[in-house]
């Protein structure tokens, strides 16, 4: 796994911008803290700014081949879903973050980024609920199958995770949006009789922004319910 510059400038309520940069590890979950250009030490990014509130990314985070997802992680959890992209897209405005519309800092926040490799075929679909839960799941096809995402921090299932809550807003990353491998075109969510009852498009991250997907029907989910991705090679 090569290492690569990850990036990303943060705009605050206060009218600061935070410049994020650090080298991380492709295919590795990695802290991104605080530009040394710019701040006496690389810092955590709670740490920098706490109790101010990010009202948006200026420059979402991004890596030479792309992001697979990018969290606020406190205490062990996924507090918040921020946006990502492939170095050098950009975006006419300030990109949101997923499902509100801004996320106040404490102090032990930090800014967790998994950088793709140019071959990593990794699946990611990240969510917010009804409930103000947020949730990444994801999974990395080898070939041909139906792949089931399972949540990155815990290892279970969509309906294990969000039983009982209905998805709000959503985003999915995949290097096989950009071909024909991905059989599904995205993520389908199957209920407890196999059959499909919402999704998500699925966008090319070294390609493409990741654009925040609306949700096509209001589905409450239940504990037997996948979440899946067919694959044709």
């Known amino acids: 796994m090569a290492s690569v510059t990850v990036k990303a400038q943060i705009m605050l ?14 295919g590795t979950s990695t802290e991104l803290t605080t530009s040394t250009t710019y701040s006496v030490s690389a810092t955590s990014l709670g ?15 991004s890596a030479p081949n792309g992001i697979a997802y990018a969290y606020i992680n ?13 170095e050098g897209q950009v975006q006419s405005a300030p990109v949101p973050l997923l499902g509100v519309s801004g996320f106040q800092l404490q102090a032990g ?15 990611a679909w990240m969510v917010r609920t009804n409930q103000g839960v947020n949730a990444i799941f994801a999974s ?3 070939g041909g199958a139906d792949n089931d995402l399972v949540h990155i921090l815990s290892g279970q299932g969509a309906g294990t995770s969000l039983v009982g809550q209905t998805v709000m807003h959503q985003c999915a990353t995949s290097v096989d949006a950009g071909n024909s491998k991905l059989s599904s075109g995205g993520v389908l969510v199957l209920d407890d009789k196999g059959l499909p009852v ?18 096509s029907t209001s589905t409450t989910y239940g ?11």
């Open 13 to 26: 309520n206060t009218g600061e911008v935070v410049s994020m940069s650090s080298t991380c590890v492709e």
């Open 223 to 233: 504990l037997n319910y996948v979440a899946r991705v067919t694959t044709s090679s």
């Open 74 to 86: 406190r205490r062990g959890s996924i507090a918040c879903i921020v946006p990502v992209a492939h």
């Open 47 to 61: 740490q920098f700014a706490d109790g101010k509130t990010i009202t948006s990314f200026i420059q979402p985070v």
């Open 198 to 215: 919402n999704g998500c498009t699925a966008t090319n991250p070294q390609e493409q922004l990741a654009l925040w997907s609306p949700v």
């Open 109 to 123: 926040d930090t800014l967790q980024v998994m950088a793709n490799t140019s071959a990593d075929r990794e699946f």
């Open 140 to 142: 990395t096809p080898s």
